[in-house]
């Protein structure tokens, strides 16, 4: 079994400021989040960026400047921007900081999809920004698009820069898109696919599904297949435990979950990553720290990215 690679996802752009004081927003709170969880073991931090006005998700090349290089100067964890950004955000918007300033790694849906987090506010009895309500109402009848145009032209441009991609699959046909990219040449190996459980819409945090994502994903891609898990709310915990049990790797962070523990919300990402750490460790499993885990994606370094 090789090491196990603990991503980190800071603040995403599921979860609305009203649901958790903690969830980072400013550039500052990202930067503090994003060290911590790496210090704690992550070897890759995945980042979105918020307006640090209202913590509305926004593609802004901008904000994503104002602290992509001081996380990068404080760590020495892979950094991957989101090229999935936010519901409603168009392919143009989802690609401009990506493009900009090219890191080591991104994430790459692999096909389109429904996603449903109408409910996530449910417990919420009063909001703070008049935008957060309406967003997550919306996702009712939003349909995240990733068509094979769409996702061909963003892996082209991407790959004109040497960018590695964490492919996002929410559903088992993704796995064959993934593969039918493959077989163009388009990609190359390793494939880092990252198997998402417990959207709304999607693939539901089942163990069987789990294990019926990796086996299709080991025989489409063999020995090239380096696999991971996220399991989103209260599904975190036992879904990465078992991908690492079955030789996977493991996300975490205040995008997938805002909790450390039953009815305990977690105070920073780094709770999360401290806990999974803990779990693969007593497991006999090894984490990968920064510069092995560019050994087993192969990514360019950190100095080749444009920040």
Not at 267 to 279: C, E, F, N, P
């Amino acid at each position: 079994m090789s090491k196990v690679i603990i991503t980190c996802a800071v603040t995403g752009s599921v979860h609305t400021p009203s649901m958790s004081p903690y969830l980072p927003i400013t550039p500052d709170e990202i930067v503090a989040d994003a060290v911590a969880a790496a210090e704690a073991g992550a070897a890759m931090i995945h980042l979105h960026a918020r307006d640090p006005k209202t913590g509305k998700p926004t593609p802004s090349p901008e904000i994503f400047g104002q602290f992509l290089s001081r996380i990068k100067q404080q760590t020495d964890a892979i950094i991957n921007i989101t090229t999935g950004g936010a519901l409603g955000m168009s392919m143009e918007d989802r690609l401009a900081a990506p493009l900009h300033y090219r890191p080591e790694v991104v994430s790459m849906n692999m096909g389109s999809f429904n996603f449903n987090i109408s409910h996530a506010g449910s417990k919420v009895t009063e909001w703070k920004y008049d935008w957060e309500q309406p967003y997550l109402e919306a996702t009712k009848n939003i349909i995240v698009s990733n068509t094979f145009t769409q996702i061909e032209n963003a892996i082209s441009l991407l790959n004109e820069h040497d960018t590695r991609f964490e492919y996002e699959v929410y559903d088992i046909s993704h796995l064959h898109t993934l593969a039918y990219f493959a077989d163009k040449g388009l990609i190359k190996p390793p494939f880092f696919i990252q198997g998402i459980f417990g959207i709304l819409g999607a693939l539901a945090a089942d163990p069987q599904h789990v294990m019926y994502l990796k086996a299709t994903a080991d025989r489409l891609f063999g020995k090239d297949c380096l696999f991971s898990a996220i399991g989103a709310g209260r599904h975190q915990l036992p879904i990465i435990t078992l991908s690492a049990i079955l030789g996977g790797s493991v996300r975490v962070g205040l995008e997938d979950s805002l909790y450390s523990g039953p009815k305990t919300l977690a105070t920073k990402s780094a709770d999360q990553v401290s806990k999974i750490r803990t779990i693969v460790e007593t497991l006999g499993l090894e984490i990968a720290s920064p510069t092995e885990a560019r050994e087993m994606l192969q990514s360019k370094g950190a100095d080749k990215v444009n920040f």
